[in-house]
């Protein structure tokens, strides 16, 4: 599994490691990635998702998993994340009738 946020797409850069000589040599910096169960309340169920630590604070800003996935542009999410946008979007049609005007 690849070192990547499945929520927000983040993952790794490169960069030098630079001595107090000036001598310079390649790293890498990694996100701060966690595994991380976050509940969907449309759906009533638990996810584990591998998230950074910037995503688990824009889901808990953004009111929950279920309106950080609503408003989230669809690249930036890994496959499962994108199956459960799909499935929250199924659910949400399902429930409510559509609106006689």
Do not use: W
């Not at 976050?38 to 929950?64: C, I, N, P, W, Y």
């Amino acid at each position: 599994m690849s070192r990547r946020c499945e929520l927000t797409g983040k993952g790794g850069l490169t960069g030098n490691r630079v001595s107090h000589a000036h001598n310079k040599s390649k790293r890498r910096y990694l996100p701060n990635l966690n595994q991380a169960s976050l509940q969907s309340e449309t759906l009533g169920r638990t996810f584990r998702l591998k998230v950074s630590a910037h995503a688990l604070r824009s889901v808990d800003h953004r009111g929950g998993l279920d309106a950080f996935l609503d408003k989230a542009p669809n690249h930036t999410l890994s496959p499962q994340a994108l199956k459960i946008k799909h499935q929250i979007a199924k659910a949400r049609s399902e429930v409510s009738p559509p609106a006689d005007g």
